[in-house]
């Protein structure tokens, strides 16, 4: 399919007369950072100390759900065990401490350029992403200064984890922002449905072991290889949906 064909396919679904591009949601884990390697170690990690069987596999088809939502239904499923929130909390603050005892995951090549691109060409950048890692934030401030301002939202902002479109809706509403004006950058099925079904222009990138063909069933509009590839073409396409004025 051709780019074209593509946007003509996303006006189809969302019934959008065009675009005005004015920002773009972003993950983070998978996307910013290639992190998601160090999560699902941590994951199963935790839950095999709990006694409960699972595979790292499964962890990156979970990306996007808030750490309590993933524990409350792993422990649920794989132990029989309802988790208070409380716990919750609690055994999210282990796996966060096993993640961090696995060193800073390196910055995603080609995220820099993705960021730049898009503020140059006066494109808000809103981090979405359903940690509830504090350190995270200020992590990024650091590693990408001045490409995000102070709306984001994160798992602690949100009832409902990917895939539910509420951080994305969350995250138009604190920016002002129709799904018409977004763009929405994503590596996991999970998050690819959320931006999905907040009507936003969804952009995949397959940083991980889930292939393209999962992020376009989730309904990605359009997928890219990695992050570099993206950055390549993002001028382009930015260039290509201004042609198209709501």
């Not at 984001?152 to 920016?175: C, F, Q, S, W």
């Not at 940083?207 to 570099?228: F, R, S």
Request: hydrophobic share 40%.
């Amino acid at each position: 399919m051709t780019l074209q064909q593509t946007i003509a396919e996303y006006l189809k679904y969302t019934g959008h007369k065009g675009f005005d591009i004015s920002a773009a949601l972003v993950d983070c884990d998978g996307v910013l950072y290639d992190s998601m390697k160090y999560h699902t170690q941590a994951w199963v990690k935790l839950m095999k100390k709990n006694g409960i069987k699972c595979t790292r596999d499964e962890f990156y088809e979970l990306e996007g759900m808030t750490g309590s939502e993933i524990i409350k239904m792993k422990f649920k499923t794989g132990a029989g065990k309802n988790v208070t929130d409380d716990e919750a909390h609690a055994l999210y603050g282990v796996k966060t401490r096993y993640f961090r005892e696995l060193g800073e995951a390196p910055i995603m090549p080609g995220a820099m350029r993705v960021l730049e691109t898009l503020k140059e060409a006066g494109v808000d950048r809103v981090l979405v992403t359903g940690s509830q890692q504090d350190a995270l934030i200020e992590r990024i401030k650091n590693d990408f200064p001045d490409m995000f301002g102070d709306v984001m939202v994160t798992g602690h902002d949100v009832r409902k984890g990917k895939p539910n479109p509420e951080p994305y809706l969350k995250a138009m509403n604190k920016a002002e922002k129709k799904s018409n004006q977004c763009l929405v950058i994503e590596n996991a099925p999970l998050g690819v449905q959320a931006a999905h079904a907040a009507g936003c222009f969804t952009i995949g990138v397959t940083t991980g072991p889930i292939p393209e063909k999962d992020l376009y069933k989730a309904g990605a509009d359009i997928v890219y290889k990695n992050m570099d590839e993206l950055a390549a073409a993002l001028p382009s396409l930015l260039v290509a949906l201004s042609l198209i004025k709501a």
